[in-house]
């Protein structure tokens, strides 16, 4: 008996460690991805003078333009954070909600997070002129993204409370609520003028250029908060994963629980969207590829996720970049181009075992 | 005998057929994009964007538009009153009139335009199907593109437009303003030398969308005298790398702003959100390095000077005193664009038509 406790410890620090290693494993090709990443782009800054540029903050180099510094500082670098801090947050969002709602299905913008932000910042595209009182300025198409991401979810809560509470209610209020405002996107399209439509579309297909000091120090925020509730909860989402009776019978706060999941994973994807537009695929996939990898205990899946996620997004957006560069092809096509082979091939091997 | 009909019969079904093909081939060798225009006894005759020759019998008095840039010309003309239809994007060339609007600029409703009975259609080929082209056209309605949307095309085009509206002398008025002023760009730029001619970033509405050789912005850049950065993308509208931009380090930037943004554009005087649009633009990461920039070459051009047909030569002005001030710096742009509304119009020019502007 005792045997088979040591034998069932050694097998549980086993996989433990495995856990560990698999996470320090993506950690580290993260940081070499975002190394290759910063030495590749448009502009004929390669290895050797991103080399020169750092070694010019330390020691004046003569050789370095002020472009080339700004290149490396200003251009690809916020880049690869926006797009190591969304990736991190979509797959995160993506996560819990597959978790609290136990359906593998479900991503950040099944419940129609995508779709209002896409509204909000719809309205913000077209009818910007008339908002100009508002002296939002830059912050104009983020703010409204992000204010009808937070109303969308608010009222898919508010029709699911008023019904019966239940998951699956959540996530049928969800797609509705979410159809309404991609309807109501296609009738600001539809009403738009010509000259509009471009910017709305491209937005729509997500872009990770240009983002603000301010809006990564945001993402930098919430992604930390949000991650740290995420490891101090990480047991009471274990125990929900397997549903919500055995959840209360072993004393779990249900409730509390699922309204924080719900609030976190609302932010994690406004803030996300709010920045960067409608960049699908991240959150559906990148949770199941980190659980197909490393199993569904949220202690090691949400730093597990959070790195795949970023991975699978910088790696895209690196690719998006170069592939026929100076032009840059929209980081969503190429997220879904690379992510669903790989995303196939693990199905297959999993279900072939 | 019965042989001898037959080979007969065989030989002048060929000539019938090889004659019908050398005429066929003479009716469509007038190809896409030569706008021609001609009056004969029988009517007028004119060849649109698309290559087709539209005849009839008596300029145009009643007609739907679906195509924006018709309405200016068609001012131009005194001819607001043939419209009674129009799209939702077109605006209400007689504001007097409650024009009906027949439908979305891009989707022609059929069912509508029957029932208005126009003589002709005005709409962009690419949202006409073959299908609904053929319905018109049988219930006697032409079906005209004359897109108004290349301004390498604009003299053609308007010249066209001329004809069918029964304005020929405006039309020509406006290529005669039109070419004095395209020939004053090739004087002023002849002995600038190929190696010599200045590189341009051209921006469209969306930030980074820029255009290749195939797209309308190149146009405008050729008429100025500059080269495109981008003309060899394959895409049409590229979006382009930032730091790209920057190496490439262009001698000028022109970035076009949409009237549908409400800061730029006829009647529009507040020069405080131009300023601020412009700070913004060239306060990019590491913009304050390019050359462009340092030499107070960037400028923003209002959508009515940038892709109109009547307003494009200004907006050419604009460009190539942008890229070229010791050439044109005896050009006053403004001066001429209110010499071009007083042509065409009779009134004075109101509104911000480029930032910033140097007399």
């Known amino acids: 008996m005792e045997q088979n406790i040591d034998q069932a410890k050694l097998n549980y620090m086993n996989k433990r460690s495995r856990k560990i290693l698999f996470v320090l494993f993506l950690s580290i090709a993260l940081v070499m991805t975002a190394v290759i990443s910063i030495t590749m782009g448009a502009s004929s800054v390669d290895l050797q003078t991103v080399l020169q540029v750092i070694g010019d903050v330390f020691a004046r180099n003569d050789a370095i333009t002020d472009i080339q510094r700004d290149i490396v500082f200003k251009i690809r670098l916020p880049r690869i954070i926006t797009a190591i801090l969304v990736g991190m947050a979509l797959s995160n969002a993506g996560l819990l909600m597959q978790g609290i709602f136990q359906n593998p299905l479900v991503s950040p913008y099944t419940l129609g997070v995508s779709n209002g932000a896409a509204f909000g910042a719809s309205l913000a595209i077209i009818f910007g002129a008339s908002f100009s009182f508002l002296n939002f300025g830059q912050f104009l198409i983020p703010v409204f993204a992000f204010g009808f991401a937070v109303l969308t979810m608010l009222m898919v809560y508010g029709v699911a409370k008023a019904a019966s509470d239940s998951s699956s209610t959540l996530i049928l209020a969800g797609v509705a609520i979410g159809y309404l405002f991609s309807a109501l996107v296609s009738l600001v399209k539809y009403l738009s003028d010509v000259k509009d439509l471009p910017e709305l579309v491209f937005w729509m297909m997500g872009s990770l250029s240009g983002v603000p000091m301010a809006g990564i120090i945001i993402m930098l925020v919430a992604i930390t908060v949000t991650m740290i509730l995420m490891m101090w909860f990480a047991w009471d989402l274990n125990i929900m994963s397997a549903g919500e009776e055995t959840a209360i019978s072993l004393g779990v706060d249900y409730k509390k629980i699922k309204m924080m999941s719900f609030g976190i994973s609302t932010l994690l994807t406004a803030v996300a969207v709010a920045f960067t537009g409608v960049i699908g695929f991240i959150g559906l996939v990148a949770p199941h590829v980190t659980k197909m990898l490393i199993g569904n205990d949220f202690r090691y899946a949400v730093p597990g996720s959070a790195l795949v996620g970023a991975l699978l997004l910088l790696t895209a957006d690196t690719i998006g970049r170069n592939i026929i560069a100076p032009t840059q092809l929209p980081v969503g096509i190429v997220t879904s181009m690379i992510g669903v082979p790989f995303f196939l091939y693990l199905i297959v091997r999993k279900r072939g075992k | ?359």
Request: proline residues 4%; glycine residues 8%; aromatic residues 8%.
């Open chain 2, 1 to 359: 005998m019965k042989n001898n009909q037959k080979r007969m019969l065989k030989w002048m079904s060929c000539m019938v057929l090889l004659g019908a093909m050398v005429l066929s081939f003479g009716g469509c060798s007038a190809s896409q994009g030569e706008t021609k225009a001609a009056d004969s006894k029988d009517g007028i005759t004119v060849t649109d964007t698309m290559g087709r020759e539209i005849a009839i019998e008596k300029p145009l008095e009643k007609i739907v538009t679906y195509n924006s840039g018709l309405t200016d010309v068609l001012v131009m003309f005194g001819a607001e009153g043939t419209v009674i239809g129009r799209g939702d994007s077109v605006p209400n060339p007689d504001p007097s009139v409650d024009v009906p609007t027949v439908g979305k600029w891009n989707e022609p409703n059929i069912e509508a335009i029957m029932e208005l009975k126009p003589e002709a259609v005005f709409t962009y080929a690419a949202n006409m199907t073959p299908e609904n082209e053929q319905l018109l056209e049988s219930a006697g309605i032409k079906c005209i593109y004359l897109e108004l949307t290349d301004v390498s095309k604009a003299t053609e085009e308007v010249t066209a437009l001329g004809a069918l509206f029964g304005n020929e002398e405006k039309a020509a008025e406006f290529v005669k303003f039109h070419d004095k002023y395209a020939e004053l760009i090739e004087k002023k730029l002849k002995n600038v030398k190929e190696e010599d001619k200045a590189s341009i970033y051209y921006e469209g509405y969306t930030d980074y969308k820029s255009v290749n050789k195939d797209a309308g912005g190149q146009a405008l850049i050729a008429a100025a005298g500059g080269i495109n950065i981008a003309a060899a993308e394959t895409a049409k509208y590229p979006e382009i790398s930032d730091e790209w931009v920057l190496e490439r380090n262009p001698d000028a930037i022109v970035k076009l702003v949409s009237s549908t943004k409400k800061i730029m554009g006829f009647d529009l005087t507040d020069e405080a959100p131009v300023k601020a649009f412009f700070d913004t633009l060239i306060a990019r990461p590491s913009w304050s390095n390019l050359a462009a920039v340092k030499d107070g070459k960037v400028i923003l051009l209002s959508s009515d000077v940038g892709t109109t047909a009547l307003g494009s030569i200004i907006g050419e002005l604009y460009l190539a005193k942008t890229m070229y001030p010791e050439q044109f710096k005896d050009v006053d742009v403004n001066k001429v664009h209110q010499e071009l509304q007083t042509t065409l119009y009779g009134d004075d020019l109101v509104g911000i038509f480029a930032y910033p502007t140097k007399k």
